[in-house]
């Protein structure tokens, strides 16, 4: 579960020239360069960030890949805007595409009708495709984008300020039971019904504006004894209007085939999830692409049943001491990845959004 206010976010807490170090940058590019070593890579190996942030983590495979073309996507203008300030040294090697990361197919379809990446990913795949999952500590620290708990700001929590939907209109609009539902499946919160009924009952006489009285009304709701342990008590609320405003499951779940898909053999997807549903996601996901089809108990794997991906990291892997110690929001993260061994499917990578 993550402390949407303190405890973590993806580019880490560690001062550099841009303001932060990546969480496990060193790692990830380890993990990123296995498909941009693969025999079926191309010589100019196009790799996925689908959540660019500050491009912290695409800098680092910009500069350690010096062939390769980063796309990075990202649905919040203001860090595409800044991305590309920080990664406009490396020229057309750097791709900005403003979509939620689920637009993956469309954006790559973009891209290849302008000739705008150095071979056609439709013939040669994808050689990467990483995804650093969660809230970005620019977010975070914009204090007006009502992420994070500890400061009163407007109720908003939009990645992306052109949706409608905002977490005011979460808490003024859903019904007793959506409001619950949201609590708890999304933040894992004991007394959702409570919080929800106190909700109803405080938006009769005026509606939710901001976030300070939320808290306030958390911190009234959740029995003392509760408060004690587990962090700050507004952080599963928070957490839970986050991605309910931001569809942000949803679009992990769609991501992932679409991801998988465009790999060439040897190609990898990694994830860094920071909380326990996006990790549960993706573990599913890739145990299912890691896991052959032949029925249990045959002698033999049959023709075309074999699993297309292979695992590269056992269990979830997690950031050792010494990187915890640089930078402490790295302690929440889980990290997955897989790397596609197997043509079934096919050789091409046609996208959906094709017309030809």
Known sequence: MDDTATSRDRSGTVAGPHG????????????????????????????????????????????????????????????????????????????????????????????????????????TGVSAAFFDLGVSSMQLDQGERGFAYRMDAPLDMRMDPETPLTAADVLNTY???????VLKTYGDERFAGKIASAVLREREDEPFTTSARLVDLLYRVIPAASRRTGGHPAKRTFQALRVEVNAELDSLRAVIPAATSRLHVGGVAVFMSYQSLEDRIVKRA?????????????????????????????GAEQADAAEVERNPRSAPVRVRAARRVSTRGGRRFPLETDTS
């Not at 019904?175 to 539902?181: C, E, K, Q, V």
């Not at 052959?292 to 590269?312: D, K």
Request: zero cysteines; charged letters at 25%.
């Open 20 to 123: 932060h170090v990546p969480v496990m940058r060193d790692r990830m590019v380890e993990l990123v360069g296995v498909g941009v070593g693969a025999p079926d890579a191309p010589e100019h190996p196009v790799i996925i960030d689908g959540t660019l942030g500050a491009g912290g983590h695409a800098e680092a495979f910009l500069e350690a890949f010096p062939t390769a073309t980063v796309v990075g996507l990202d649905r919040d203008p203001a860090a595409l805007r800044d991305a590309s300030a920080r990664l406009a040294r490396f020229g057309d090697r750097f791709r900005p595409v403003r979509t939620r990361f689920d637009g993956l197919d469309a954006a790559l379809a973009g891209l290849t009708a302008d000739g705008a990446l150095p071979v056609d990913v439709r013939e």
């Open 175 to 181: 019904s007793h039971g959506d409001l619950a539902r």
């Open 286 to 314: 890739l145990t299912t692409l890691s896991t052959s089809t032949t029925p249990a108990g045959l002698p033999v794997e049959l023709p075309g049943s074999e699993a297309p991906f292979e695992l590269l990291t056992r």
